[in-house]
């Protein structure tokens, strides 16, 4: 009996440490059980369900040209500019943006209408650019998917349960950590900067999404610190880091290819 509990935890070490990687953004290992390529692959089929059940897809290639070059302005600069990120506006009225794994970028019709510059979408696009390359929902599945794992083999039915659940809610976006959201904010933030944006594209975006607090929004309100929070730890990292209000803002851009062209 104990030599097959040895043997059950020297199994269960050797599939974390076959699970570490080094993260691209911190350097550090940590334990993520999907390789870039798995998680490409899932993005990819998490995509079409989105696409099919969330929204669609909007059919305006000119909105959807000036997403992707909005997008791969922030590709270009982030830590893992050879993923092959996909930006994407979907149609649907809520607030909303999220990433799949693998580099899938969503941002809804109901966002961008509330939205006013590049900046702004940029600073939306950067965020979720940073989950990407900080690895959030890899390492957040990998973890649930151990957690889950050991809950089954306790007999329990919670544990698939609860992994299918967590599935769904990535889908969402829901189950970022706290931690996660500040890094996806801060790293977001360089990113914006290093694209040639204003700074302030984020501080006016985090103000917008406040306003917006009595609307159900999917990710970036859903575990949050409040947004004032938020506001304030952005705005000390814009003094540390000695970033300054320049850089494009592009109103009338964003206004010409997607206020108008969504009607508003
Ligand atoms: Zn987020």
Same mark, same amino acid.
């Given at each position: 009996?104990?030599?097959?509990?040895?043997?059950?935890?020297?199994?269960?070490?050797?599939?974390?440490?076959?699970?570490?990687?080094?993260?691209?953004?911190?350097?550090?290992?940590?334990?993520?059980?999907?390789?870039?390529?798995?998680?490409?692959?899932?993005?990819?089929?998490?995509?079409?369900?989105?696409?099919?059940?969330?929204?669609?897809?909007?059919?305006?290639?000119?909105?959807?040209?000036?997403?992707?070059?909005?997008?791969?302005?922030?590709?270009?600069?982030?830590?893992?500019?050879?993923?092959?990120?996909?930006?994407?506006?979907?149609?649907?009225?809520?607030?909303?943006?999220? /990433?799949?794994?693998?580099?899938?970028?969503?941002?809804?019709?109901?966002?961008?209408? #509330?939205? +006013?510059?590049? @900046? $702004? =979408?940029?600073?939306?696009?950067?965020?979720?650019?940073?989950?990407?390359?900080?690895?959030?929902?890899?390492?957040?599945?990998?973890?649930?998917?151990?957690?889950? /794992?050991?809950?089954?083999?306790?007999?329990?039915?919670?544990?698939?349960?609860?992994? #299918?659940? +967590?599935?769904? @809610? $990535? =889908?969402?976006?829901?189950?970022?950590?706290?931690?996660?959201?500040?890094?996806?904010?801060?790293?977001?933030?360089?990113?914006?900067?290093?694209?040639?944006?204003? /700074?302030?594209?984020?501080?006016?975006?985090?103000?917008?999404?406040?306003?917006?607090?009595?609307?159900?929004?999917?990710?970036?309100?859903?575990?949050?610190?409040?947004?004032?929070?938020?506001?304030?730890?952005?705005?000390?990292?814009?003094?540390?880091?000695?970033?300054?209000?320049?850089?494009?803002?592009?109103?009338?851009?964003?206004?010409?290819?997607?206020?108008?062209?969504?009607?508003?």
């Amino acid at each position: 009996m104990r030599k097959w509990r040895l043997l059950l935890i020297v199994s269960g070490l050797g599939i974390i440490f076959a699970g570490c990687q080094v993260n691209p953004v911190t350097g550090e290992n940590e334990f993520n059980l999907y390789s870039v390529e798995q998680q490409k692959q899932m993005g990819s089929d998490y995509s079409k369900q989105v696409e099919k059940e969330l929204g669609q897809s909007v059919k305006d290639p000119q909105l959807q040209n000036y997403m992707d070059t909005v997008g791969q302005r922030i590709a270009r600069v982030c830590h893992t500019p050879s993923e092959g990120f996909i930006y994407k506006a979907i149609d649907h009225k809520s607030v909303n943006a999220f /990433a799949l794994p693998g580099g899938y970028i969503y941002i809804t019709t109901g966002l961008l209408k #509330v939205l +006013n510059s590049e @900046a $702004q =979408l940029a600073a939306i696009l950067a965020h979720e650019t940073a989950h990407v390359t900080c690895r959030h929902s890899a390492v957040t599945m990998s973890r649930d998917l151990v957690i889950g /794992a050991g809950l089954s083999v306790l007999g329990s039915e919670a544990g698939a349960a609860a992994r #299918v659940a +967590n599935i769904v @809610a $990535q =889908l969402e976006g829901m189950s970022y950590s706290r931690e996660h959201e500040r890094q996806a904010d801060q790293v977001g933030l360089d990113y914006l900067v290093k694209a040639g944006y204003t /700074a302030y594209g984020m501080i006016e975006t985090m103000e917008i999404l406040q306003n917006q607090n009595g609307t159900r929004t999917i990710e970036f309100f859903s575990t949050h610190p409040n947004p004032e929070n938020r506001i304030g730890y952005l705005q000390e990292r814009i003094y540390t880091q000695g970033y300054r209000g320049e850089g494009k803002t592009g109103q009338s851009e964003y206004s010409a290819n997607v206020l108008n062209r969504l009607g508003k």
